[in-house]
Nanobody
Framework: QVQLVESGGGLVQPGGSLRLSCAAS????????MGWYRQAPGKERELVAT???????NYADSVKGRFTISRAGAMILVYLQMNSLKPEDTAVYYC?????????WGQGTQVTVSS
């Protein structure tokens, strides 16, 4: 089992920055990849960025060049640095971890981009 706790969401003006953090606990050694997903009101949850245990990253086209995913401590902490935020980035952001058998999700953190 893996437990995930997100932090760092909030209200920011367009063009601003936020950094989200995800702390993992439990059987960390089983995690193959971690990532961030988001869900805006009335829309399906979508991938934002992922990072593998080996360090490979993947980004949604809509955030390439603006967001950066990184990790610390061998999948214990995962960050999402979000720059040049746009109103369309407004959503609940969820941390995700995957092992061979399961997906694990955090409780979500709200990001609102508005003037």
């Amino acid at each position: 089992q893996v437990q995930l706790v997100e932090s760092g969401g909030g209200l920011v003006q367009p063009g601003g920055s936020l950094r989200l953090s995800c702390a993992a606990s439990g059987i960390i050694s089983s995690i193959n990849a971690m990532g961030w997903y988001r869900q805006a009101p009335g829309k399906e949850r979508e991938l934002v960025a992922t990072i593998s245990r080996g360090g490979s990253t993947n980004y949604a086209d809509s955030v390439k060049g603006r967001f950066t995913i990184s990790r610390a401590g061998a999948m214990i902490l995962v960050y999402l640095q979000m720059n040049s935020l746009k109103p369309e980035d407004t959503a609940v952001y969820y941390c995700n971890a995957q092992d061979r058998a399961s997906d694990y999700w955090g409780q979500g953190t709200q990001v609102t981009v508005s003037s």
